[in-house]
């Protein structure tokens, strides 16, 4: 199973839903289910059946992506609809129960402006920026430099003490 949204056409901006959706799965959309294809699961299956315009849907274990003509739209699933996505990966497909999942609009720090800003905070390269190349080196103060000659330094010491 991917983990990760793969649109139709990734030109397509992605935007946080502003409303919470409902959606009635059936038993007939519980048989056609497959475990852990996030474009087949019951709660796919009911969207691209319930919703108009819906081009492609991906429900992964905590968000959703339903993808339209025009727009992405990225919900969060409700705590029962989670439950039942782990659920029924977990199994051979026979745990899902028909009846109504709610997917959420976005919880402020999960917004994906709020997750640019965290990463920008913190050094992460936001979408379209390339990370950059090896990791950060650590500098050491205070100790001799490579190939530094201390045969003056070790003889001055040596004079110090012996007086």
Avoid at 38 to 51: G, S, V, Y
Avoid at 152 to 163: D, N, P, Q, T, Y
Wanted: with cysteine; aromatic share 8%; net charge positive.
């Amino acid at each position: 199973m991917s983990s990760r949204f793969i649109p139709l056409r990734p030109n397509l901006p992605i935007l946080d839903a502003v409303e919470g959706v409902r959606l009635r799965v059936t038993e007939a959309m519980c048989d056609k289910a497959t475990p852990g294809d996030p474009k087949n699961c019951a709660l796919a299956l009911a969207a691209k059946a319930e919703m108009r315009g819906l081009q492609q849907v991906q429900v992964f274990t905590n968000v959703a992506y339903f993808e339209f003509r025009d727009r992405v739209e990225r919900y969060r699933n409700a705590a029962r609809t989670a439950d039942m996505i782990r659920r029924f990966d977990a199994s051979d497909g026979s745990e899902f129960e028909p009846g109504d999942y709610r997917f959420l609009p976005m919880n402020p720090a999960w917004t994906l402006e709020a997750i640019r800003e965290k990463n920008s905070v913190y050094g992460r390269p936001t979408s379209g920026e390339k990370p950059t190349a090896g990791r950060r080196q650590m500098q050491t103060v205070f100790i001799r430099p490579r190939g530094a000659d201390l045969s003056s330094s070790v003889s001055s010491l040596r004079e110090k003490k012996a007086s």
